[in-house]
C-alpha cells in the first residue's frame, strides 16, 4: 500500500512541474490576454496624454488672456 502511494507522489512531483512548463509555452493561452492588456494600456496613455495637451492648451489660453 505504502508503495502505491510513493510511486503516485513521485509521478505528481515529476509530472507537474513539467505540466506547467508546457502550459506556460502555450501562445494560444496567453495571446488573447496580452493583446487586450496591451490595447487598453494604449489607451489609457492615449487618454492621459489627451488630457495632459489639454491642460496645457487652456493654461497657454488662460496666461495670454491675462496678459
Known amino acids: 500500500m505504502g508503495v502505491k502511494?510513493?510511486?503516485?507522489?513521485m509521478m505528481l512531483y515529476?509530472?507537474?512541474p513539467?505540466?506547467?512548463?508546457?502550459?506556460?509555452?502555450?501562445?494560444?493561452?496567453?495571446?488573447?490576454y496580452i493583446?487586450?492588456?496591451?490595447?487598453?494600456?494604449?489607451?489609457d496613455f492615449k487618454e492621459r496624454?489627451?488630457?495632459?495637451?489639454e491642460r496645457r492648451i487652456i493654461k497657454n489660453m488662460s496666461a495670454e488672456s491675462e496678459n
Request: proline share 0%; charged share 40%; no cysteine.
Open 35 to 43: 493583446v487586450k492588456r496591451k490595447r487598453k494600456e494604449l489607451e
Open 49 to 53: 496624454m489627451r488630457a495632459r495637451k
Open 18 to 32: 513539467v505540466a506547467m512548463f508546457w502550459v506556460s509555452n502555450q501562445a494560444e493561452y496567453f495571446e488573447e
Open 14 to 16: 515529476l509530472s507537474f
Open 5 to 9: 502511494i510513493e510511486v503516485f507522489r
